[in-house]
């Protein structure tokens, strides 16, 4: 079946950059997400890269896409305290009845003063 | 324009019990999903709904069921409690059943079986 895999934590001193990876099964995967949980509440949608592309850039966030690896990474540039959260990889297969996204178990940053 | 929002946000159910969740979703969706998410863990998904009917389903016994109505508003229903159904419910909504690529979580219903 389907698998996302994600190291459980990162951490980086405030002010550096933060690098974030995920590999996936799913040969067939269409669009990758990227999606933050802070303590306590649901999760925020950061951006997502469909399969054709590469790499998306949206401010302080990078995706980089290795479609022939089935890695994919979130680069996020001058981390910052608030920064400081659970971080899933997520992934949409091409078809079938169900449109659900199948995530990874979420990489803890911690961000050192 | 409002956020999906989600009630209770704590319950507390026995063993055997049934629960009901409830979910609204962002204005002008009419796609919603729903989400377990055990401690620890990412969310699986449970199945999804599309104009007041299930789209999709993932892998979860018939005893999770749902219903969507006319407003676009969600149920997740669970019978027969068992302790493993402790966890936190997502629920999700996009704007279409084609743009489901974007999907807008709530703050979740924590579900505690005891």
């Known amino acids: 079946g389907e698998d996302v895999e994600q190291s459980l934590f990162l951490s980086v001193r405030e002010g550096d950059s933060s690098v974030i990876n995920c590999t996936y099964t799913?040969?067939?995967?269409?669009?990758l997400y990227w999606y933050k949980q802070e303590p306590g509440a649901g999760l925020q949608l950061l951006t997502y890269i469909f399969s054709n592309m590469d790499m998306k850039q949206d401010q302080r966030l990078t995706v980089l896409l290795n479609k022939k690896d089935k890695h994919l990474s979130l680069r996020i540039a001058d981390t910052q305290t608030g920064d400081s959260a659970i971080y899933f990889c997520a992934e949409k297969g091409s078809g079938g009845g169900a449109d659900g996204l199948t995530f990874g178990k979420g990489t803890h940053l911690i961000i050192q003063p | 324009e409002t956020g999906v929002t989600q009630s209770p946000t704590h319950l507390i159910k026995t063993r055997g019990q049934q629960v009901t969740l409830r979910c609204s979703s962002q204005?002008?969706?009419?796609?919603v999903s729903w989400y377990q998410q055990a401690l620890g863990q990412g969310p699986q998904f449970i199945f999804q709904?599309?104009?007041?009917?299930?789209?999709g389903r993932g892998n979860f016994p018939p005893r999770f069921s749902g219903l969507q109505f006319p407003n676009y508003s969600s149920e997740l229903n669970v019978n027969a409690l068992e302790l493993d159904d402790s966890a936190l419910y997502l629920c999700a909504s996009s704007l279409d059943r084609g743009s489901s690529y974007e999907q807008y979580f709530g703050p979740g219903t924590r579900l505690t079986v005891t």
């Open positions: 709904y599309y104009r007041e009917e299930e789209n």
């Open positions: 799913d040969s067939s995967s269409t669009y």
């Open positions: 204005s002008g969706h009419n796609t």
